[in-house]
């Protein structure tokens, strides 16, 4: 069956320190993957994807993401993190059929200190 | 209107009242998309329209959930005899073509309580 794991329901790091958001997912063929982030009151806005070609993507707000498909994972990275980027980030995969549907991990809270 | 509308944003109703939740998606986007995201949780696939027609509705939970897309523009999530566990968030998306590589665009949600 297809799934997504967020290992991590929850991550603090100071402003202007790294991050990486784990994510593994379970899917039989080539997986597409997306990362979305969820501000409070907002809705899921798309980060970035991947489908195909080089496994490291850039994606917007300096976010980048790299595909492994030996590990099944499709980690998310910001070199310096923003007292902005406090928010929810959900990792997903493209369920089999070509419809759009898309399966969420459960979601990481990133929190920001100053 | 420039983003997909959700309305009400919040909706409080008794348990075993009837609620209807809208969904205005993107001007010509054929592809809708319910979700429903649960304290805690990760969107969860509820229902997808393409146009008119509801293409895939394996995530609705029971036939207490109904939705409707009657001219392919605007869409009603329909639950009748709410329960206390029907209480989240209800997500809608649309995109302009069904496919895996297309991005979906989300609106804000409505808050669902049932009391």
């Known amino acids: 069956a297809q799934s997504v794991t967020q290992p991590d329901i929850h991550i603090t790091v100071s402003e202007g320190a790294s991050l990486e958001l784990r994510c593994n997912y379970s899917?039989?063929?080539?997986?597409?993957l997306f990362w979305y982030v969820q501000s409070p009151g907002q809705g899921l806005q798309l980060l970035l994807k991947?489908?195909?070609?080089?496994?490291l993507v850039q994606g917007i707000k300096g976010f980048e993401a790299e595909f492994k498909r030996s590990q099944s994972s499709f980690n998310l990275r910001k070199p310096s993190v923003h007292w902005s980027d406090a928010a929810e980030y959900f990792c997903?995969?493209?369920?089999?059929?070509?419809?759009?549907?898309?399966?969420f991990g459960q979601g990481t809270t990133l929190q920001v200190k100053p | 209107g420039a983003g997909v509308s959700q309305t009400p944003s919040n909706k409080v109703t008794e348990k075993g009242k009837y609620v209807e939740l809208r969904c205005d998606p993107i001007?010509?986007?054929?592809?809708l998309y319910w979700y429903r995201q649960s304290l805690g949780q990760g969107p969860e696939f509820l229902i997808y329209?393409?146009?008119?027609?509801?293409?895939?509705d394996s995530g609705l939970p029971n036939d207490r959930f109904f939705a409707v897309r009657p001219e392919g523009s605007v869409s009603t999530l329909k639950i009748q005899r709410t329960e206390r566990g029907d209480s989240a968030v209800y997500l809608c998306a649309s995109s302009p073509y069904p496919t895996k590589s297309t991005e979906a665009f989300f609106g804000q949600g409505t808050r669902l309580t049932v009391v």
């Open positions: 001007s010509g986007h054929t592809a």
């Open positions: 997903a995969v493209g369920a089999s059929g070509n419809t759009g549907k898309l399966i």
């Open positions: 899917y039989g063929a080539t997986p597409y």
């Open positions: 329209f393409q146009g008119t027609g509801a293409a895939d």
């Open positions: 991947y489908f195909s070609g080089d496994t």
